[in-house]
């Protein structure tokens, strides 16, 4: 299995905009064959950063997923906010170590 990690710095303050935002995308992108196994932010270290953890199905599931989604009002209308509150956002897609449970 695979997944997509994303690193998410938010601009101060605006963390509960971006959760509220995040139900929606998690909603859309979940209907459109993700699942997101979880979501953490920093306590300790660089503030105001967003963790999330997605399973997907392979490489191509990224961008038929993003292209499904923005055929949708709500992803759209989600997306748009975020681009007012996300100052950086890198996706990496990753796969399980040897180690990992």
């Known amino acids: 299995m695979l997944?997509?990690?994303a690193n998410v710095k938010i601009e101060y303050g605006r963390l509960p905009a971006f959760n509220e935002a995040m139900v929606t995308v998690?909603?859309?992108?979940?209907?459109?064959?993700?699942?997101?196994?979880?979501?953490?932010?920093?306590?300790?270290?660089d503030l105001h950063e967003v963790h999330d953890v997605w399973e997907v199905e392979d490489a191509n599931a990224v961008p038929t997923a993003f292209a499904a989604a923005y055929q949708d009002p709500d992803f759209v209308q989600a997306a748009e906010a975020?681009?007012?509150?996300?100052?950086?956002?890198?996706?990496?897609?990753?796969?399980?170590?040897?180690?990992s449970p």
Request: avoid cysteine.
């Open 3 to 5: 997944y997509l990690y």
């Open 26 to 45: 998690k909603r859309v992108m979940e209907a459109n064959g993700w699942r997101l196994v979880g979501g953490w932010m920093t306590l300790v270290g």
């Open 82 to 99: 975020l681009s007012k509150i996300i100052d950086r956002e890198v996706l990496s897609l990753v796969t399980k170590t040897p180690y």
